[in-house]
């Protein structure tokens, strides 16, 4: 597999850069009070995470922007060790990551301290950045539409590619941040999907879009360290706005994003979930399908800890993960 060696280097210089500042980091959040507000309608298990340092994305946003940017440098001086096509993804990670930012801040600081930006506000904001995105990728990089499993030539969508590909950015955005609900559980399904779609990359020939995959699970890696339960630091709606968003476009970049809710199994689950108890709470005035959602919160509410949660989790998504990769390959 081609590129492959590469990719896990660069991840783990990411891993390396995303630890070494992890607890200067920290300190800095806690020095200006960057700390979560716990909802009313959150568990009651989650009272004692009240003040846990967050905005906690930028933890890992920097070392892949730093490397990202540092090996295209060194592309200029003729050792091609990264394409300029991964900075649409990159573009992606920080677009979303600043709309997220600006929602963590609103609900520390701003006039909606405990609820963060208007719901209509942060979609209309998300609209706009991934249908700039999508068009980029349509008529810029020309990206391939849609990989049919047993077609040998990709699919054209004419103009539905716009849409389609903004519906896929925007609800994978918000699926992962449905997903980031309880310590280290939004890391490793991070993890765990872009790295598979990672391999996919490297197979395919995608070779320094794998290597900005692998870059990103480095650096998933390192916050991962003061993540797991109990968690030392969120990475709030300016990592799972950012990671969601990148992931969906480092698919279609693929073409083959058709088996994305495969490979992202739980953050769509988690999408499904409070879309249904949405639904069902409207149509029938006030009954709920699960006792609460996102659906890992159901989980607490029926006696699982987080921890069975994220390892119980974290197997569905690998299994789904798997069964997405070799789908994407069937011939």
């Known amino acids: 597999m081609r590129g492959f ?13 995303s630890t070494i500042w992890g607890e200067p980091f920290i300190k800095v959040l806690t020095r200006f009070n960057i700390g979560k507000n716990i909802r009313d309608d959150q568990p009651l298990t989650h009272r004692s995470k009240q003040d846990t340092p967050t905005m ?3 933890m890992f946003l920097i070392p892949i922007t730093l490397l990202t940017v540092i090996l295209n440098a060194v592309s200029i ?16 990670l920080w677009g979303f990551a600043l709309i997220g930012a600006i929602d963590d801040w609103e609900g520390i600081r701003g006039a909606r301290i405990g609820l963060g930006m208007r719901a209509k506000t942060k979609f209309l904001l998300q609209i706009i950045v991934a249908l700039v995105i999508a068009y980029v990728m349509k008529e810029v990089l020309s990206v391939p539409h849609l990989y049919w499993p047993t077609a040998n030539q990709p699919l054209n969508l004419g103009w539905w590619y716009l849409p389609i590909a903004t519906i896929l950015i925007v609800g994978m955005s918000n699926a992962m941040n449905f997903t980031d609900g309880i310590d280290g559980l939004a890391s490793i399904i991070s993890m765990t999907a872009f790295g598979l779609i990672g391999i996919i990359c490297l197979m395919q020939g995608q070779v320094y879009l794998g290597r900005f995959c692998f870059c990103v699970v480095g650096a998933l890696a390192g916050f991962l360290w003061f993540n797991v339960n ?5 990475m709030g709606d300016t990592g799972s706005q950012a990671l969601g968003a990148s992931l969906a476009v ?8 058709l088996f ?20 069902y709470f409207k149509a029938t005035k006030g009954k709920r399908v699960f006792k609460r959602t996102p659906i890992h919160h159901h989980f607490e509410e029926i006696g699982w800890t987080e921890s069975q949660i994220v390892i119980r989790f974290w197997i569905i998504e690998l299994v789904g993960a798997m069964l997405g990769l070799s789908l994407v390959f069937i011939r």
């Open 250 to 257: 480092v698919a279609l970049m693929t073409g083959h994003w």
């Open 56 to 58: 906690g994305g930028f």
């Open 5 to 17: 060696s590469l990719a896990i280097a660069i991840s783990s210089i990411s891993f390396l850069l």
């Open 260 to 279: 994305l809710p495969l490979i992202a199994i739980i953050p769509t689950a988690e999408l499904l979930s409070v879309m249904i108890q949405v639904a």
């Open 230 to 234: 109990p968690a030392r630091l969120f």
């Open 77 to 92: 001086f003729g050792s091609r060790l990264l394409g300029s096509s991964i900075m649409v993804p990159l573009a992606a």
